[in-house]
């Protein structure tokens, strides 16, 4: 059985737990010191299995749990996705059922496996004993032990099948920290397992535990693995119990997203609360919601730690402990709500447009982020519309900027995507808060962060005693609704972040026809089926891919649904949309539809499934509609049948030759854009600090078909193999450009690194960003650019070969130590400048 989505809680092999249940329960002062660093008080490590999107990605991990991450494809060199959190709490996992290596094609390397672990970040290693290994107990312990020598201090586990062979796992079990014993099949009382509640060391499962410790295996390795399916409380608590009393490992949960609802995911996190039982929610300390009239129970306090006559709102959800079924009328409102909305919720027949003319003030909350100039100027924002100011700098003690306006209607924003260091203290956020002209504070669940909810409430409550009148908001990525839903009470607002690079791909669509059938909704109903009250909820859009008929969508959401608002990112970039800011901060203004994705030309079409598709031969252009459905909806891959993963089967195809006709003498190339080609300053500077991406290192695995990251799978224009353009770079002796003085220069320094920004590629006309795999975010991988360093005037070339967010990637760890004549190689940044130049061998910007 294949490793998937799971859950691991492990005993730390340096501490002595207590005997019993009991103690832990006792032990109230180690309890709470432990459970405020996301442990439980008998210090279990957590840990979640994650991978592809089949599996759950490493977002969807609950909070505090480290991370396991497989590829769990059936190649098994092909790398495991990135974690997130710290790594010495991660896991990179080979094997699994089904992952098998292809003929000729040699098994990864322990040099390849411990690259993997650091591009993961991940410090250790679990080895499922299905798949390519088989049972291959040898090679698993050399793998161990090899990993050991390049990396002393790495965890490696054992994952064993019920049916394994014990005995041969017992004779290796030294070389492993952990060994996990999966107790169950389909279910956790399918044929040959079983769990009486009564008497649970009588049954097949307890029996078949028995075997293996038999066999050799001592109890303190031992992880006790469980499937969500067929799971009860008891048997949880159960398996507790043995980790408490017989001194097992700990507990491993296969879909820790199946997880039934009646088995919170609290009892599992903190040792001393039973899953045999739902937990009882505090009492209200004030009614912030309540039944409408149009409910029977007309008057009742529905906030999620309430009980009315029909039951618990913490486990029936405030609409269904009010009487509702979650869909229009709406039964649990905000105790503020005035007649007038109610009735007007009332009316589900009413279109999106007679909506937003019957309620001017739909849209309660409008924000945008600003701060950077790359984002947004704060001066920039429009009037009406709340500031939420950011430094955005990698560095978290950097104070965000000035916002304008009232401070009333402005937060500063702490953390985000590359922002990384020491969260600042309470007293210091509330300065920064004062200088910022800003009376709020969000919270971005990203980068130093890292959705640690626990963390960031604990600082939002000591903020509120120092400022009492503040609000805090929590900007959080769409998967974790689980994680904060626990956190309701520290905070005002959750802005959910309803896009990835853009407003569709990447597991967000909104079909303009009928926008509650789209992904992005469904992503909505999951934080409000999650017991998020709609009003504690801000819609959050991007101005890339923008649509008119989106903002009108999001508005009729908040009007009917009672949703808190809608901020926007990038909302500098609005007027690229053609969407007038009065539609947005008028709320009875429609922002009008978008044209739909223009047809293709029957004459002819530019992608199409390959004959290995299940859609073979018919058109997948973004515009497209196959068998399979909309390829704007599903995506070009998703349109074909495919899973977004190899085997690829929207290809480009051949323009068409009409026929014979005199071929005309080529025009001469059109001057390209000095915008382009003009040398550039790096606003970040260059570091070189490493060798991942040295000629020798990379250039082998872009050779043999194996290189792994954001530029992987033929994204963007980055081929691999022995015939491709990155392959012959690493062996290229020289190569003229044209140099600062626009003066021809022999450059004979070479390396692989980060691309140039997506920005400056989707300038280039002779570039199609829109069309290559991953989106823009990837185009320039395969592309080259020249550095410059001018205090040695030393020339250097870099193929991109892995993405890079902004310049700060750029110029970071692209190791040519050479052009820094030995400076720069302890990480400190040097001045460069750079410009895209076409790679040797290949014409400009097109596929090598």
């Given at each position: 059985m294949m490793m998937l989505s799971g859950l691991f809680i492990l005993h730390s092999a340096s501490v002595i737990c207590a005997t019993s249940v009991e103690d832990c329960y006792a032990d109230e002062e180690s309890f709470l010191q432990y459970h405020s660093q996301g442990k439980s008080p008998c210090n279990y490590a957590l840990q979640g299995y994650c991978g592809p999107w089949w599996i759950g990605q490493c977002a969807e991990v609950p909070f505090r749990m480290g991370q396991m991450s497989g590829a769990f494809y059936k190649n098994v060199t092909t790398p495991p996705p990135p974690t997130g959190g710290d790594a010495i709490n991660n896991y990179i996992v080979i094997g699994g059922q089904d992952v098998v290596y292809l003929p000729g094609q040699p098994l990864p390397s322990v040099q390849e496996i411990v690259g993997w672990m650091s591009r993961s970040n991940a410090d250790n290693l679990n080895v499922d004993m299905s798949g390519f290994l088989d049972g291959d107990y040898a090679s698993a312990k050399n793998l161990a032990d090899g990993i050991r020598s390049f990396k002393p201090k790495a965890k490696v586990q054992m994952t064993l099948q019920a049916d394994a062979d014990f005995t041969s796992a017992a004779a290796v079990a030294n070389s492993f920290d952990t060994v996990g014993i999966m107790l169950y099949n389909i279910s956790m009382t399918a044929p040959g397992f079983s769990i009486p509640e009564v008497n649970p060391t009588s049954g097949k499962t307890y029996a078949l535990l028995q075997q293996l410790i038999q066999a050799g295996v001592p109890n303190h390795k031992i992880v006790l693995g469980m499937t969500t399916n067929g799971l009860e409380g008891y048997m949880v608590d159960f398996f507790k119990s043995l980790a408490q009393t017989q001194g097992f490992a700990g507990l491993m949960f296969w879909e820790i997203q199946r997880l039934p609802s009646t088995i919170p995911v609290s009892c599992i996190i903190n040792f001393p609360e039973s899953c045999g039982r739902s937990p009882s929610p505090p009492p209200p300390s004030a009614c912030h919601s309540t039944c409408a009239p149009q409910s029977n129970l007309s008057g009742e306090c529905c906030d999620l730690t309430s009980t009315t006559p029909l039951g618990s709102c913490f486990e029936m959800g405030p609409e269904s402990c009010c009487g509702g079924d979650g869909l229009s009328p709406y039964f649990c409102l905000p105790t503020s709500v005035t007649a007038p909305v109610v009735s007007l919720l009332q009316d589900a027949s009413a279109t999106i447009e007679e909506v937003l003319l019957q309620d001017s003030k739909a849209t309660d909350v409008l924000q945008a982020y600003c701060g950077a100039a790359w984002l947004t100027s704060c001066s920039l924002v429009p009037n009406g519309i709340q500031q939420l100011v950011g430094a955005y700098a990698k560095s978290i003690d950097t104070p965000p900027a000035r916002a304008g306006g009232m401070a009333s209607d402005?937060?500063?924003?702490?953390?985000?995507?590359?922002?990384?260091?020491?969260?600042?203290?309470?007293?210091?956020?509330?300065?920064?808060?004062?200088?910022?002209?800003?009376?709020?504070?969000?919270?971005?669940?990203?980068?130093?962060?890292?959705?640690?909810?626990?963390?960031?409430?604990?600082?939002?409550?000591?903020?509120?005693?120092?400022?009492?009148?503040?609000?805090?908001?929590?900007?959080?990525?769409?998967?974790?609704?689980?994680?904060?839903?626990?956190?309701?009470?520290?905070?005002?607002?959750?802005?959910?972040?309803?896009?990835?690079d853009e407003m569709t791909g990447s597991g967000f669509s909104i079909p303009e026809n009928d926008p509650k059938s789209g992904e992005t909704y469904a992503w909505i109903k999951k934080w409000t089926d999650a017991g998020i009250p709609a009003n504690k909820i801000v819609l959050g859009m991007t101005t890339a891919g923008l649509e008119g008929y989106m903002v009108d969508f999001f508005k009729s959401l908040v009007a009917t649904e009672g949703f808190a608002g809608i901020s926007f990112w990038k909302i500098g970039q609005l007027s690229d949309t053609g969407i007038p800011v009065s539609c947005i901060t008028d709320a009875a203004k429609s922002c009008g539809s978008s044209p739909s994705p223009t047809p293709p030309s029957p004459d002819f079409c530019s992608s199409k499934c390959s004959g290995a598709s299940p859609a073979a031969g018919q058109c997948c252009e973004k515009s497209s509609t196959t068998t399979y459905g909309s390829c704007y909806i599903k995506g070009q891959e998703g349109c074909c049948g495919g899973t977004g993963f190899p085997p690829y089967y929207?290809?480009?195809?051949?323009?068409?030759?009409?026929?014979?006709?005199?071929?005309?003498?080529?025009?001469?190339?059109?001057?390209?854009?000095?915008?382009?080609?003009?040398?550039?300053?790096?606003?970040?500077?260059?570091?070189?600090?490493?060798?991942?991406?040295?000629?020798?290192v990379a250039g082998p695995q872009l050779c043999e078909g194996n290189?792994?990251?954001?530029?992987?799978?033929?994204?963007?224009?980055?081929?691999?193999?022995?015939?491709?353009?990155?392959?012959?770079?690493?062996?290229?002796?020289?190569?003229?450009?044209?140099?600062?003085?626009?003066?021809?220069?022999?450059?004979?320094?070479?390396?692989?690194?980060?691309?140039?920004?997506?920005?400056?590629?989707?300038?280039?006309?002779?570039?199609?960003?829109?069309?290559?795999?991953?989106?823009?975010?990837?185009?320039?991988?395969?592309?080259?650019?020249?550095?410059?360093?001018?205090?040695?005037?030393?020339?250097?070339?870099?193929?991109?070969?892995?993405?890079?967010?902004?310049?700060?990637?750029?110029?970071?760890?692209?190791?040519?130590?050479?052009?820094?004549?030995?400076?720069?190689?302890?990480?400190?940044?040097?001045?460069?400048?750079?410009?895209?130049?076409?790679?040797?061998?290949?014409?400009?910007?097109?596929?090598?």
């Open positions: 402005n937060s500063i924003v702490i953390g985000g995507e590359g922002v990384e260091g020491t969260l600042p203290t309470s007293t210091t956020l509330i300065g920064w808060m004062e200088d910022s002209n800003a009376d709020n504070i969000v919270f971005d669940m990203e980068g130093v962060l890292r959705g640690n909810f626990l963390e960031a409430a604990g600082i939002a409550d000591a903020i509120k005693v120092g400022k009492p009148a503040s609000k805090s908001q929590a900007t959080c990525l769409a998967t974790t609704y689980g994680d904060a839903a626990v956190f309701l009470s520290s905070f005002d607002l959750f802005n959910i972040m309803l896009y990835a929207c290809q480009l195809v051949p323009s068409p030759t009409p026929g014979p006709v005199p071929t005309p003498p080529s025009p001469p190339p059109s001057p390209t854009p000095p915008s382009i080609y003009s040398w550039e300053q790096s606003p970040e500077g260059m570091t070189n600090n490493g060798g991942t991406y040295n000629l020798d290189w792994g990251n954001a530029c992987c799978c033929s994204r963007g224009y980055l081929i691999q193999g022995p015939d491709s353009v990155a392959c012959k770079f690493k062996a290229i002796p020289s190569l003229t450009i044209e140099g600062i003085e626009n003066t021809e220069v022999e450059v004979s320094i070479f390396s692989y690194g980060h691309i140039f920004p997506a920005e400056i590629a989707e300038l280039n006309p002779e570039l199609d960003c829109s069309a290559v795999k991953n989106g823009p975010s990837t185009c320039a991988c395969g592309l080259c650019y020249a550095i410059y360093n001018p205090a040695n005037k030393k020339y250097g070339v870099i193929l991109g070969v892995d993405e890079a967010a902004n310049y700060n990637e750029m110029g970071r760890d692209q190791y040519l130590e050479m052009i820094a004549d030995g400076g720069g190689t302890d990480g400190t940044r040097f001045p460069f400048m750079w410009k895209p130049i076409p790679c040797p061998g290949q014409p400009p910007y097109t596929h090598g």
